[in-house]
């Protein structure tokens, strides 16, 4: 149980267009997800946190006309990158907190992105 | 702010050699403790969450334990399918449900 899954898992795209990456709890409903990315050799940095049916709240430091998250239902959350460039490539990840006693946030396995 | 400091950056043992990794934090009312393991290339993967001090949870050969300042994951006996970083996270309670990450702990075991 408890599985969440990302597409596509590595993208490859030219500067200035934009990338749309998906995020699913597969076996249980999220209310919360999280975006975070991560590069090389380093840790998890939290970008925004999506609620379903409402706006993002983003970190400080995240432009939100950038990094556009979507959260339509208790499932699936979307983060777009618009006009992309070699400094967004990294890998983005998705948690999903599950309801139930303690709270426990499962995480998707990663979408690698790549400008060129 | 909250702050979690793991050490060492990086540990290297031979396969059955038991060690421990430290994660150091700073939190105002500490809501829960997460450890993770990663993968090289994938997410992360949940290990346990501990909520107070005293507190103790095993998996296998793994075993997490937390103080009011920090929390020790033990590897006991490990084996080549242990390498990997582990990762811990606080949650702090006036924070919603955000996770603050440290920097992680690479663990290589050699057969």
């Known amino acids: 149980g408890a599985v969440v899954s990302q597409h596509p898992s590595w993208v490859i795209c030219k500067s200035g267009t934009s990338v749309k990456i998906e995020c699913r709890s597969l076996?249980?409903?999220?209310?919360?997800m999280f975006w975070y990315r991560q590069f090389p050799k380093q840790s998890l940095m939290l970008m925004a946190t999506?609620?379903?049916?409402?706006?993002?709240?983003?970190e400080q430091g995240v432009e939100k006309d950038k990094f556009l998250i979507n959260h339509a239902s208790l499932t699936l959350s979307t983060l777009t990158v618009t006009s992309a460039h070699p400094e967004d490539s990294s890998f983005y990840i998705c948690?999903?907190?599950?309801?139930?006693?303690?709270?426990?946030?499962?995480f998707g396995p990663g979408t690698r992105l790549t400008v060129t | 702010e909250d702050q979690v400091t793991q050490s060492p950056e990086a540990l290297r043992l031979q396969e059955g050699e038991s060690s421990s990794l430290n994660c150091s934090y700073t939190?105002?009312?500490?809501?829960?403790l997460f450890w993770y393991r990663q993968d090289p290339g994938k997410g992360p993967e949940f290990l346990f969450t501990?909520?107070?001090a005293g507190e103790e949870k095993e998996k296998e050969r793994l075993k997490a334990t937390l103080t009011k300042k920090e929390s020790f994951l033990h590897i006991t006996a490990p084996k080549p399918e242990d390498s990997a970083t582990y990762l811990c996270?606080?949650?702090?309670?006036?924070?919603?449900?955000?996770?603050?990450f440290g920097g992680g702990t690479r663990v290589l075991v050699k057969p």
């Open positions: 948690s999903a907190e599950a309801a139930g006693p303690g709270p426990k946030q499962y």
């Open positions: 996270a606080v949650q702090r309670k006036a924070a919603g449900n955000k996770l603050t």
């Open positions: 939190v105002s009312g500490l809501r829960g």
């Open positions: 501990l909520y107070s």
């Open positions: 076996d249980f409903q999220a209310t919360t």
């Open positions: 999506s609620n379903e049916g409402s706006k993002a709240t983003y």
